[in-house]
C-alpha cells in the first residue's frame, strides 16, 4: 500500500526500524532502494542494444563530464569499489572506450579519459536514455525536482 504523505503524522517515528510502529514504506531507504531497482531494470532494458552495463554507463557519464580524471575519484563519483573499477575500466580499455594513462602530476596514479569510441559510445547511450529520464520526471515541477535533488544530498551528507 502506497505511504500516505498528506497526513500529519510524523513519518519519521514510522520510518524508524527501532519502533515499534515500525512502517517499510517509512523507510527511506526502503523507498530510495525500490527506486533504483526498478530505475536499473529500466536502464538496463535501454542500455543492452548498445553493448552497455550499468557501471559502463557511469563511468562514461563521469569522463564526459570531466576528464581526464584519476580512477579512485571515478570510483568514488560512480559509487563503485576500486577493486571492482579496476575491472570494470580494464574491460572498458579493452573496448576503446577509455585511456588510463599516468598522471601528468603524479606517475602513481592512472587517469582516464574517453576515447573517440568512448566519446561516440556515451552520446548514443544519453540519446537512448533521455526518453526515459523525460518519462521517470514527468509530473515534477522545477521546484519539486530541486527539493528532490537537495533532500536526496541531505541524506548522502548525513551519511557522513
Not at 62 to 86: D, F, W, Y
Not at 94 to 118: C, F, M, Q, W, Y
Request: aromatic fraction near 6%; glycine fraction near 4%; avoid cysteine.
Amino acid at each position: 500500500m502506497p505511504l500516505d504523505t498528506t497526513m500529519r503524522e510524523d513519518l519519521r517515528a514510522l520510518g524508524n526500524p527501532g519502533s515499534s510502529d515500525f512502517r517499510v514504506d517509512a523507510y527511506p531507504f526502503y523507498q530510495l532502494n525500490r527506486v533504483a531497482s526498478r530505475y536499473n531494470v529500466a536502464i538496463e532494458s535501454v542500455l543492452r542494444p548498445l553493448e552497455i552495463d550499468i557501471p559502463t554507463w557511469r563511468v562514461l557519464m563521469i569522463l564526459g563530464e570531466r576528464a581526464p580524471l584519476a580512477i579512485g575519484q571515478v570510483s568514488k563519483s560512480a559509487v563503485i569499489n576500486l577493486s571492482t573499477m579496476m575491472r570494470i575500466v580494464e574491460r572498458m580499455a579493452k573496448a576503446n572506450l577509455v585511456t588510463i594513462a599516468p598522471s601528468a602530476s603524479d606517475g602513481r596514479v592512472r587517469e582516464l579519459a574517453l576515447t573517440e569510441h568512448g566519446a561516440q559510445k556515451l552520446a548514443a547511450a544519453r540519446e537512448a536514455t533521455s526518453p526515459l529520464y523525460e518519462k521517470i520526471i514527468k509530473g515534477f515541477s522545477q521546484d519539486d525536482f530541486g527539493q528532490l535533488l537537495a533532500l536526496l544530498d541531505r541524506l548522502y551528507e548525513n551519511l557522513d
